[in-house]
Nanobody, 124 residues
Framework: QVQLVESGGGLVQAGGSLRVSCAAS????????VGWFRQAPGKEREFVTA????????VYADSVKGRFTISRDNAKNTVYLQMNSLKPEDTAIYYC?????????????????WGQGTQVTVSS
């Protein structure tokens, strides 16, 4: 059983940067691919990015490509999401999730473990 805890959310002005973290416990973290999803008010939760077990491979939604960077430190059991050039439309609750399934996963129901989320608000 893996427990995930996000941190680092907050309020930032448009064009600014923020890094959120996802700390894992209770399992062998390097066995899991990790993804970030986000949910804006009144909208469905959407895929943002994911990273492979080793961290060598990543995928991004088109809406964040070139602005967001996912990385992981398996020695610290932590995944990071660096968000640059933030826009008001990036405002959402950001969730990390973990899956042991092979291959990149883009759907919520393909992830087995979820954090509680961290709020990111981008002001214009």
């Amino acid at each position: 059983q893996v427990q995930l805890v996000e941190s680092g959310g907050g309020l930032v002005q448009a064009g600014g940067s923020l890094r959120v973290s996802c700390a894992a416990s209770g399992g062998t973290f390097s066995n899991y691919r990790v993804g970030w999803f986000r949910q804006a008010p009144g909208k469905e939760r959407e895929f943002v990015t994911a990273i492979s077990w080793s961290g060598a491979n990543t995928v991004y939604a088109d809406s964040v490509k070139g602005r967001f960077t996912i990385s992981r430190d398996n020695a610290k059991n932590t995944v990071y999401l660096q968000m640059n050039s933030l826009k008001p439309e990036d405002t959402a609750i950001y969730y990390c999730a973990a899956t042991a399934r092979v291959g990149f996963r883009y759907q919520q129901n393909e992830y087995d473990y979820w954090g509680q989320g961290t709020q990111v608000t981008v002001s214009s």
